[in-house]
């Protein structure tokens, strides 16, 4: 992956440049982003531009042999980790299980769509009627990748997919890793809820934030994403109709919603609505204040923000993606879905009165 074949994120291409160039390369970086933006392709076009056997100044060649080895993510000295649990591709004790499991299907997965979401990981890892976790055996597996001589001379990437995931014990051994890092070993550590990973973690990470998509980068990645679009076109169909009933005060009819939303058939489906509707919110209270230029809506959709933006309350934006977020933390948690959507479409109702 070349940072040319990646659309937007010109600042943070910048800046990996200049490290690269500088020699002043941080051990660990966190990338956080909206689901969905590109981390994890900017990652490995860092690792790619650090490794180039003939590097440009703006990019790596993609023709030298380690070039061509991360492109197809065979390079030796290349770890992902990701949440997991046993499922229907991979049997076995959970606790014993490590990402070396899954690493085939997580690649696969990679190379098809390096934007891939997070319920699509799971249902091409075979577990999407499960949440998964970086667990113990996992933070055992790093410690032991990085225990052995690198194969070769140039930089090692352990790529770290959602560290949120991770444990109080795994976070404690990726710590040590961290705290006394291997000669040219960088970690990449890929976030889309930073507020959630241990604070002395992101404390060792050298943080940049990964912007959501404009519509023209989005047109530049659909030959990745066109699988998704039915099921995005589902939750912004739910999204708009929920917030509809909502500003018409149609508690039964919000309820209903709920139900349709708990009846989703995976909860990792239930978390990606909740994903999406906390980005409607969010371009709700951008529209809300006359900020529609820093939104990522879609052209065909802006009457319909602007409309609905001016009928619901101040504040209900702010107050609604709190609630939104608590539900995603509930679904994490394996608690009832039917209870999460219940209990958000009251709060959702109690955040359109005229004062919150």
Request: charged share 25%.
């Amino acid at each position: 992956m070349r940072f040319a074949d990646i659309p937007g994120d010109a600042d943070v291409k910048r800046a990996m440049i200049n490290m690269a160039k500088s020699g002043r390369v941080p051990h660990a970086i966190m990338l956080y982003e909206n689901e969905g933006c590109g981390a994890l392709a900017l990652g490995l076009a860092f690792l790619q531009y650090l490794n180039c056997q003939d590097r440009g100044e703006e990019d790596s060649c993609g023709q030298c042999r380690n070039c061509g080895q991360i492109e197809r993510l065979t390079y030796p000295d290349l770890r992902f980790s990701f949440p997991i649990t046993s499922g229907t591709k991979v049997s076995g004790a959970a606790k014993d299980l490590t990402c070396d499991a899954y690493s085939a299907l997580f690649k696969e997965l990679v190379l098809k769509n390096p934007y891939f979401a997070e319920n699509e990981l799971s249902a091409a890892l075979g577990i999407d009627k499960k949440s998964g976790l970086i667990s113990v055996a996992e933070g055992k597996a790093i410690m032991q990748k990085l225990s052995l001589a690198p194969v070769t001379d140039g930089w090692r990437g352990i790529f770290v997919w959602l560290p949120e995931k991770m444990n109080q014990q795994t976070a404690n051994m990726l710590l040590k890793s961290l705290e006394e890092p291997a000669e040219k070993t960088l970690f990449i550590l890929i976030t889309h809820s930073p507020e959630s990973v241990l604070t002395t973690i992101t404390s060792r990470c050298q943080g940049m934030r990964v912007m959501p998509l404009t519509k023209e980068e989005k047109a530049k990645i659909q030959k990745y994403t066109d699988s998704d679009d039915a099921e995005t076109s589902l939750y912004d169909e739910l999204f708009k109709s929920l917030i509809e009933r909502l500003i018409a005060r149609d508690l039964a009819g919000s309820l209903e919603l709920g139900e349709a939303l708990a009846g989703l058939e995976s909860r990792e489906k239930q978390k990606a609505f909740c994903i999406f509707a906390g980005e409607g919110v969010r371009s709700l209270m951008l529209y809300r204040r006359g900020l529609q230029h820093l939104s990522s809506v879609e052209e065909g959709d802006a009457a319909w923000y602007g409309s609905a933006a001016q009928k619901l309350p101040d504040g209900f934006a702010e107050a609604a993606g709190a609630a939104i977020g608590r539900a995603a933390f509930l679904l994490e948690r394996n608690v009832l879905a039917k209870i999460i959507f219940c209990n958000l479409v009251n709060r959702l109702f109690e955040c359109t009165k005229t004062k919150i």
